[in-house]
């Protein structure tokens, strides 16, 4: 019998056990996304933009393969939850939602990341996809495809606030709005939107990001003064990621983008942890062991020999490696090492016949495999090869033992964001409660294997 240290996965009938079963046959490790977490997430969401004055609709952000969880079933799951919007920054991903059979019936959908030269611009307008200009090159792209298909794009115009990425700047403004004028009254355009991202809103406890935040908010003000001078009433204004959609109701406008707080997470340690605003992390990475084996003591462990073992021990294969996405930088060292230095690698669950163990990667991070020591012996503990263990997990509480992506992220001086979204595909994506959370039809899009 081998020891499990991921929770007992509730299957919704004898194919999701089966469909289990086989991913396990086919890769050592897989990513086991919870869709009543998204939905949930998105209800909380939802909760949260709709506590401020007026209506303020709720975008699910579904860009980079829904944060690493599946774009599909991450859009699915945010609709069912209440989101009237999906945004994505390449086209790919939306253009994937339409040709799915989610149609602007279901939602609206806007794109933001493109260059007019090459990108499928007349597909998004047939697609009846929202488009993101914050270029005349834009805007003369957008046009042209317009023209072209004979068919008026709808945009959002991108204005630089301050987060100095894309969008308008306020001394070009005036020459966008003169071309926008032109194109909107021959109706190759139609301007719903004025938009723009913030740079810091996920640092509410500093006062300089709190006062640079601020800035961004009066400069988009400024800038929606222009446009409705320059005859354009904006519709739908948005502003605010998931810091701002949690902590500043005083800019929802008409629509909020939150993107990581869908998938559980908060945007920043800084602001405490996800369960202070009612999220749930959706995604478990698990794994199981490989060779499992006895040290002694002082045996270098994995390439470089950064990592010495301090007594006689035994060591696991943990068989997942930045070949699928694992972080090099959540390598352990250990001062006995060759760089004398010590680094905490990336923490992983184990169950022992004693209970729940938090052990960590020892050494290096190699491609497609990390060595994990276990500070006890193998026999002792009772862990074995074939074991399951956790990479990280919602948390479920301290006495579970349970890391999060936020603990990888610790390790790899890095943010949860970037966690998920390097987790490649050849590690099976697994849905749970997809029946008790998607109608018959929106299931029948994911692929059946997929659903446990
Ligand atoms: C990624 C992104 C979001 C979502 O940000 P979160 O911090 O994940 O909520 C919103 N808007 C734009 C333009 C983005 O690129």
Request: aromatic content about 6%.
């Amino acid at each position: 019998m081998s020891l499990n240290a991921a929770p007992q996965w509730d299957f919704s009938s004898d194919a999701g056990k089966r469909n289990y079963d086989r991913a396990l046959r086919l890769y050592p490790g897989q990513v086991v996304v919870d869709l009543a977490a998204l939905q949930s997430n998105m209800e909380t969401l939802v909760t949260a933009a709709t506590s401020s004055v007026g209506k303020t609709e709720v975008m699910g952000v579904i860009k980079a393969d829904g944060y690493g969880h599946g774009a599909l079933a991450a859009a699915l799951a945010a609709l069912a939850g209440g989101a009237t919007w999906l945004g994505s920054a390449q086209a790919r991903e939306a253009l994937m939602v339409r040709r799915a059979g989610i149609g602007p019936e279901r939602c609206r959908m806007l794109v933001w990341m493109y260059n007019a030269h090459s990108a499928p611009i007349e597909e998004l307008i047939a697609h009846d996809i929202d488009i993101s200009v914050g270029s005349l090159a834009d805007i003369h792209g957008v046009v042209r495809a317009a023209d072209a298909l004979g068919r008026p794009a709808r945009i959002h115009v991108e204005v630089e606030t301050g987060f100095g990425r894309n969008g308008f700047t306020e001394s070009c403004f005036d020459q966008a709005l003169a071309v926008l004028k032109d194109a909107a009254a021959r109706g190759s355009v139609q301007v719903v939107g004025l938009w723009s991202h913030f740079a810091v809103a996920d640092m509410p406890l500093v006062k300089e990001f709190v006062e640079s935040t601020d800035r961004q908010i009066a400069v988009f003000e400024e800038f929606t003064a222009r446009m409705r001078r320059a005859g354009f009433e904006p519709e739908i204004r948005h502003l605010a990621n998931t810091a701002a959609t949690l902590t500043r109701p005083d800019v929802h406008y008409e629509l909020v983008r939150p993107g990581i707080g869908l998938y559980g997470y908060e945007p920043d340690p800084a602001m405490g942890d996800c369960t202070m605003y009612g999220l749930k992390p959706a995604m478990t990475v698990q794994a199981q062991l490989g060779t499992i084996k006895d040290l002694p003591a002082g045996h270098g462990i994995s390439y470089g020999r950064t990592y010495l073992t301090q007594s006689a021990t035994s060591s696991a294969i943990m068989p997942l490696g930045y070949g699928d996405g694992i972080h090099r930088s959540a390598s352990g060292f250990d001062s006995a090492g060759a760089t004398g230095r010590t680094h905490l690698g990336g923490p992983v669950r184990l169950m022992t016949k004693q209970g729940p163990k938090l052990v960590r990667v020892s050494g290096r991070v190699c491609m497609d495999q990390c060595v994990l020591d276990l500070h006890a012996m193998a026999s002792d503990l009772g862990v074995q090869e074939g074991d399951t263990v956790v990479l990280f997990g919602p948390g479920r509480g301290e006495e579970f033992a349970e890391p999060t992506a936020d603990d990888w992220a610790r390790s790899a001086e890095t943010i949860s964001y970037e966690i998920f979204t390097c987790l490649r595909n050849r590690i099976p994506r697994l849905y749970l409660h997809a029946p008790q959370v998607l109608s018959a039809d929106d299931l029948s899009l994911l692929d059946p294997a997929s659903i446990l």
